[in-house]
């Protein structure tokens, strides 16, 4: 029997297209494409080619090889940093995240400085930076030094004039807690201890990264500078893969770190097609859409106040497990997390389809 950590729907998808997922009960609109991992929707066409003509060549070759597929998608996600750097593939968001916990670990004393909200992961390195007693506690002790710190500046700034940091830990949109961006005055004290103390920061990309916020990471929006970069979800087109991006610098030297699978050839290739497809004119549609979807939902009877960048978008409601049978019953996929609604759909979401799914969340 399965282990019941999960809690899946009672539907049979027979197949998904787009942000439409086709089931034994009928057409469901995704509105959080799988969880945030598919930025071109399912089944995208380039996408289910590349992992065709990959899987026809070869569908893993480990580590001894070098599929040309990995260095192209490392330069392409380099490309989008603007930043030189070396590019270590994983297999999820979370063994990224376990990539970075090690080069931190390896080369800086002193605290890992994580913030109340933030969500990295369910492995043990990932978990000890994780925020929520509820989800820690079961698992204690995880990693020594680690602390959790209020959401903002003024927190950082003290914590940092008692205490030696190695890092701080960033989620720049806080995505499972309810989509909560840093606060300004935090983005501030990070960049003044990274120049005048060397901290190493961390952006979690790996749910806000790849063009979900309009930009290609959500770093951006805050003026920072991060040393590594962690990326899931979306990098794999739906196939998993991780990634962690180390800018100017060199974490690892061969052999400390690895994985037998990672980056698997078909994930890569997946990755590529996608990728290819993150432009900056999709980047302004992601803007313009995320804008347009946000201010329509502000004005659904239910919404109780709406955040967001992009096509990541946070919605209060006072019974939001209520707002999501709701929808299902009218055909609509919500997402309720972080005490509310959150919204991931398809960087392609159309204008149209937008429109229905407002339509249809009219209740
Ligand atoms: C911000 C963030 N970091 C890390 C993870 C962990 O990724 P994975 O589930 O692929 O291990 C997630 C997954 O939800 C996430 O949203």
Redesign the pocket.
């Known amino acids: 029997m399965l282990a019941p950590v999960y809690a899946p729907y009672k539907l049979v998808v027979e197949r998904a297209e787009g942000v439409r997922l086709f089931t034994d009960k009928g057409v469901f609109l995704d509105t959080y494409s799988g969880?945030?991992v598919l930025p071109l929707g399912h089944s995208h066409p380039d996408v289910v080619r590349a992992i065709r003509e990959k899987a026809e060549r070869y569908t893993h070759l480990s580590n001894y090889f070098l599929d040309p597929d990995a260095p192209a998608l490392a330069e392409s996600l380099l490309a989008m940093t603007g930043r030189q750097g070396e590019v270590y593939f994983a297999n999820?968001?979370?063994?990224a995240?376990e990539a970075a916990l090690k080069a931190v670990k390896k080369n800086r004393e002193g605290a890992l400085v994580s913030f109340e909200g933030n969500?990295?992961?369910?492995?043990l390195g990932?978990l000890s930076v994780t925020w929520g007693p509820a989800i820690r506690h079961p698992f204690d002790p995880l990693i020594p030094h680690c602390a959790f710190l209020p959401f903002n500046g003024e927190a950082l700034l003290k914590f940092a004039r008692e205490n030696q940091i190695a890092a701080v830990f960033l989620?720049c949109i806080q995505?499972?807690s309810g989509v909560y961006p840093l606060p300004a005055d935090l983005a501030e004290a990070v960049n003044i201890l990274r120049k005048e103390r060397g901290i190493l920061v961390v952006a979690?990309e790996?749910?806000?990264g790849l063009g979900r916020t309009g930009r290609y990471f959500a770093y951006e929006h805050f003026g920072l500078s991060p040393d590594i970069i962690?990326m899931?979800?979306g990098i794999g087109g739906g196939l998993p893969l991780?990634a962690a991006i180390f800018c100017e610098w060199s974490p690892f030297a061969s052999g400390e770190h690895g994985s037998t699978f990672a980056p698997n050839p078909v994930s890569l290739a997946a990755g590529k097609a996608t990728l290819a497809h993150i432009t900056p004119s999709l980047l302004g549609e992601v803007a313009r859409k995320g804008e347009r979807l946000r201010e329509r939902m502000e004005l659904l009877s239910w919404a109780r106040g709406t955040r967001g960048m992009g096509l990541m978008i946070g919605v209060s409601a006072e019974n939001p497990g209520e707002i999501k049978k709701k929808a299902f019953e009218r055909g609509v996929l919500l997402n309720a997390t972080g005490g509310g609604i959150r919204l991931l759909p398809a960087l392609t979401i159309s204008d149209a389809e937008i429109d229905e799914v407002l339509s249809l969340l009219n209740f």
Do not use: L
Request: aromatic fraction near 4%; proline fraction near 0%.
């Open positions: 969880i945030g999820s968001g979370a063994e995240m969500f990295h992961g369910r492995t990932a989620e995505g499972n979690d790996i749910q806000a962690t899931g979800k991780g």
